[in-house]
């Protein structure tokens, strides 16, 4: 495979991840502040953006925490190694406690989302900004190939 096919894969991979983490992440709070659009959502979408992003965070914990049973191959494919090594370095001094948050914030979209607090919107946050940025970063090394 050529370096080109490499990183528009790569590309692919983060890109895909990204939009699905804001999608979701959008439903989640117009819900949560009863913003317009809201009541577009049906039960079951909401219910699908909640399962895809605590599969998400409970692949993400797998990947960075060692003691934890590994994730599942699905979950491999969608979550780029670049975007687990950028959260290894971002959160070198807190990663105990951040995985911490991210098994909080994992229970509560299975459990009760209506227990969502601030804090756990700050984790999403932050976790789609760092998807961005990977996505971001992808694409400028695939443009100067």
């Known amino acids: 495979m050529s370096d080109v096919s490499v990183l528009s894969h790569e590309y692919k991979t983060a890109s ?7 999608r979701a992440l959008i439903a989640l709070k117009k819900a949560r502040l009863a913003l317009p659009g809201h009541e577009t959502i049906t039960a079951d ?3 699908s953006y909640r399962g895809c992003l ?3 965070l409970a692949a993400l914990i797998g990947l960075l925490d060692r003691r934890q049973a590994g994730p599942d191959s699905a979950a491999l494919a ?3 190694g670049a975007l687990v090594t950028r959260l290894q370095r971002e959160r070198r001094g807190d990663l105990p406690y951040y995985l911490d948050d991210l098994q909080r914030v ?3 979209l299975r ?5 969502l607090e601030d804090a756990d919107f700050t984790v999403l ?9 990977e996505t971001s970063d ?5 443009m100067r190939k």
């Open 78 to 80: 969608r979550v780029p």
């Open 16 to 22: 895909d991840l990204s939009q699905t983490i804001n």
């Open 111 to 115: 459990d009760d989302p209506s227990k």
């Open 106 to 108: 994992t229970q509560r």
């Open 45 to 47: 979408e909401f219910a």
């Open 54 to 56: 605590a599969d998400i």
């Open 125 to 133: 946050d932050q976790l789609a900004a760092i998807a961005d940025a």
């Open 138 to 142: 992808v694409f400028r090394r695939l």
